[in-house]
Nanobody, 121 residues
Framework: QVQLVESGGGLVQPGGSLRLSCAASGPIFRINAMGWYRQAPGKQRELVALITSGDNTNYEDSVKGRFTISRDNAKNTVYLQMNNLKPEDTAVYYC???????????????WGRGTQVTVSS
C-alpha cells in the first residue's frame, strides 16, 4: 500500500535549524499536492506549508521567511527546511500528500505517522 515516512525531527535550541523529509512509496501513479502539518499539545492540527505539482507554495503566516518547502518528484519526496526555530514551533509534524494510485487509479489523501520537533534551551 501507499505509505509516507517522515524523518529529520529532533531536539534543537532556539535559533537552530532542522530539515524534515517525507518519502512516499507504494503503488503510486502520480503525486499531486504535498504538505506539512503540525499539532502542538492542546491545539488543533494546522497546515504549515503546501506545495503543488507546479511548485506553487503557501505558508502559515508565523513561518514565512523561516521555513521552505520543496519537493523532488524523482524521489517522491517532500522536504521542509526549518530555520531560526522558536519554542512555539514545538509540535509533531505530519506529512500529507494527495496521491493517485496505480490501481485502482483514484486519488486519495495519505498521512505519515509524524515526527517530533522540540525547540528548547
Amino acid at each position: 500500500q501507499v505509505q509516507l515516512v517522515e524523518s529529520g525531527g529532533g531536539l534543537v535550541q532556539p535559533g537552530g535549524s532542522l530539515r524534515l523529509s517525507c518519502a512516499a512509496s507504494g503503488p503510486i501513479f502520480r503525486i499531486n499536492a504535498m504538505g506539512w502539518y503540525r499539532q502542538a499539545p492542546g491545539k488543533q492540527r494546522e497546515l504549515v506549508a503546501l506545495i503543488t505539482s507546479g511548485d506553487n507554495t503557501n505558508y502559515e503566516d508565523s513561518v514565512k521567511g523561516r521555513f521552505t518547502i520543496s519537493r523532488d518528484n524523482a524521489k517522491n519526496t517532500v522536504y521542509l527546511q526549518m530555520n531560526n526555530l522558536k519554542p512555539e514551533d514545538t509540535a509533531v509534524y505530519y506529512c500529507n500528500a494527495d496521491i493517485q494510485r496505480t490501481f485502482p487509479r483514484i486519488n486519495g489523501q495519505y498521512w505519515g505517522r509524524g515526527t517530533q520537533v522540540t525547540v528548547s534551551s
